[in-house]
């Protein structure tokens, strides 16, 4: 079936330094990619989007980069915070005409003070 | 505040029990999700409405039985569960389905089945 594959499943880095988490997707009809914030006790929160005729999005610290190509997807978070530490789930729909999103299992990011 | 709120945030059952879990929207959306969080696990969807009709069920057991009487409101109920049911449920919302819509998600319900 469908997947989406997500790396890494845990990610240190000190504050101010840069991350970033990789998505690959399988079916080649995505064409929207939401990434998601979950911290502890919460839903996961939207925190960027993309869609297939993007190649790049950026919101202040946080980017998001697609490749249809190579079906790839990634999120950048640049001078990274304490508060930023949380997992991260990206996600990718196809507009078949029915429901299908497949989110990726996480990433746990830990900002080091 | 996402606008999309569940009761009860925790829960703790017996296996013999019978529990309903409440998701509400406050964002006028016209469909509505149910979510399985495992540790470590991607998550798992279980049902999807639409316009309070149910358009996707991915082979979810029959213990667990959602109701969406209106677009605003989902209900899961819990029947006969097992150890393994332990986990977070998620509700959430968005405009439309199958769209490419946005999902708002709620805080989740933490089920412990014993």
């Known amino acids: 079936g469908e997947n989406v594959e997500q790396h890494p499943s845990t990610l240190s880095v000190q504050e101010g330094d840069s991350a970033v988490i990789k998505c690959t997707y399988s079916d080649s009809a995505s064409n929207y990619f939401p990434w998601y914030k979950q911290e502890l006790g919460k839903g996961p929160q939207l925190i960027i989007d993309i869609r297939s005729n993007v190649g790049e999005k950026k919101d202040q610290r946080i980017a998001v980069t697609l490749n249809k190509t190579a079906k790839h997807f990634s999120l950048h978070i640049t001078e990274t915070q304490p508060e930023d530490s949380a997992v991260y789930f990206c996600a990718a729909t196809a507009n078949t005409g029915g429901f299908k999103t497949i989110f990726g299992a996480g990433t746990r990011l830990f900002v080091k003070a | 505040e996402t606008g999309v709120t569940q009761t009860p945030r925790h829960l703790v059952m017996g296996m013999t029990n019978k529990k309903s879990l409440k998701c509400e929207q406050h964002?006028?959306?016209?469909?509505m999700y149910w979510y399985k969080q495992s540790a470590k696990k991607p998550l798992e969807l279980m049902f999807v409405y639409s316009l309070e009709e149910r358009v996707e069920n991915n082979s979810v057991p029959s213990r667990f039985s959602p109701e969406c009487p209106n677009s605003s409101h989902l209900f899961l109920h819990l029947h006969t569960l097992q150890p393994e049911d332990s986990a977070l449920y998620l509700c959430?919302?968005?405009?439309?389905?199958?769209?490419?819509?946005?999902?708002?998600f709620g805080p989740g319900t933490r089920l412990l089945v014993l």
């Open positions: 964002l006028g959306h016209n469909a």
């Open positions: 959430a919302s968005s405009q439309d389905s199958g769209r490419g819509e946005t999902q708002y």
